[in-house]
């Protein structure tokens, strides 16, 4: 569970101090909000809102003078979404580092981050994914589908900027 | 013949729905799948190397060893039993922590206000952490004074140490004050609250020249906090408490006070 916690939060914060203080955070809060957890509660995705929320009053904390950082869906960019089409993607893709992955999914915005990386790394169903992000299940889906295809289109981007991939007209 | 959407396509990959037979039968319906599938099954792979380190489950679990382990120690085993079944064997780690920090401490309060100090710091280190900054003392005095509705002392410059710029915080939400300094011990966060130090319930207290310091911890922040003027400065870094009193009190011994 640990590492589940750790995981996720360098996935909110992008920092590995940040992410061990979030985790630290995290189990205090969790003692706050023992008695919430009942029987037959998600263990996992329980701990996983406590996390983004404390992560959020985080944020919000930092009401300071310059700009807030946007974390409402309205906010996102309109990513464009095209699709690559090479049927060598799935094979290129074992030629990125962990790191490379990761990195990639770092520049998603946090919303589609969090939905694809409790989705796809962790494990959790639509339905916790949205108890924990506290939005409707249709946004995850969507959520979760954009993400993935703005990822998808990052690394093939970069394959094509390592000559991994060749540079051809993308059909959109 | 209609290509799968793509919320079909995550509805085959949430295992809700099966592959249609049309991903067979359509080059690009297949591609697609195929794709999302290898995305996911890559981003998988690439997380199964982070793990927190020896470290931070360290830092964990030493909440558990500076507990007072008789205290309460069939609440511990209660929480315990009451939370296991209901729970994966991998979330053991994590759940005894917090049960036993929970129970043992007795306390929520306790680390709940060291824990939000510490955040407050770990914010103000960050590399995008938005200070409001200005070599003029006065105008930083005056956006506090705009933010806070007071102002609060500002430390004495010079020394080893630069005041690197002021922000406002929220503990307890509400709004509080906090100016980071760079020293020679690292950054160091000054919190200024409203809040009496009691109310802060650190474990320690040391009377030192005429003045009480209350002492905390959380994971490698050391705390110290004094009461002056009806304001409570907390300085919060990771160094030792008995340099971060020396520092208050170097600071608020002669401090200009800033007033409208």
Not at chain 1, 102 to 108: K, Q, V
Not at chain 1, 142 to 157: F, G, H, Q, T, Y
Not at chain 2, 90 to 116: C, D, F, H, K, N
Request: charged share 25%; aromatic share 6%.
């Amino acid at each position: 569970m640990l590492d589940a916690l750790y995981r996720a939060a360098r996935t909110l914060t992008g920092d590995v101090d940040a992410a061990a203080e979030l985790v630290q955070t995290t189990c205090v809060k969790a003692l706050d909000r023992f008695e919430t957890f009942g029987q037959g509660t998600h263990g996992k995705a329980w701990m996983m809102k406590i996390m983004r929320n404390a992560w959020i009053d985080q944020i919000r904390r930092r009401r300071v003078a310059g700009p807030a950082i946007p974390l409402d869906e309205e906010r996102l960019e309109a990513a464009p979404v095209v699709e690559t089409g090479e049927t060598d993607f799935v094979q290129i893709l074992e030629r990125f580092s962990d790191e490379r992955v990761i990195d990639a999914l770092m520049e998603l915005k946090e919303p589609q981050r969090m939905a694809l990386f409790l989705t796809d790394v962790e494990g959790l169903s639509q339905e916790e994914v949205a108890e924990v992000l506290n939005v409707a299940v249709g946004t995850v889906k969507s959520r979760v589908s954009r993400a993935r295809a703005i990822l998808r289109d990052k690394l093939a981007n970069h394959a094509r900027e390592m000559g991994y991939l060749e540079r051809r007209s993308c059909r959109t | 013949m209609s290509h799968m959407t793509s919320e079909q396509i995550e509805m085959v990959l949430d295992g809700t729905e099966s592959p249609p037979a049309h991903v067979a039968e359509c080059g690009l319906c297949r591609t697609r799948y195929e794709q999302a599938l290898a995305v996911r099954g890559r981003l998988r792979q690439a997380f199964a190397s982070v793990d927190a380190d020896a470290a931070l489950k360290r830092s964990v679990t030493a909440c558990i060893r500076s507990a007072d382990r008789d205290r309460r120690p069939r609440a511990v085993v209660a929480a315990y039993r009451r939370i296991a079944p209901s729970l994966a064997a991998a979330a053991a780690i994590a759940l005894v922590a917090v049960s036993l920090t929970l129970y043992v401490s007795g306390s929520r309060q306790v680390q709940a206000a060291s824990a939000e100090l510490a955040q407050i710091h770990q914010a103000n280190l960050m590399p995008h952490a938005e200070l409001y900054g200005s070599s003029d003392p006065q105008r930083m005095a005056a956006f506090m004074k705009r933010e806070l509705g007071f102002v609060p002392a500002f430390p004495r410059l010079g020394a080893g140490m630069d005041l690197r710029g002021c922000c406002v915080a929220y503990f307890r939400n509400r709004p509080v004050g906090s100016y980071v300094m760079a020293t020679d011990r690292g950054v160091i966060s000054i919190i200024v609250l409203r809040d009496k130090p009691e109310t802060l319930r650190f474990a320690g207290q040391v009377r030192r020249e005429g003045r009480t310091y209350h002492t905390g911890a959380f994971a490698r922040n050391k705390m110290a906090a004094l009461e002056i003027g009806g304001l409570t400065y907390c300085a919060v870094g990771e160094t030792d408490t008995a340099w971060l009193m020396e520092l208050l009190h170097s600071l608020l011994s002669g401090y200009q006070d800033i007033q409208d």
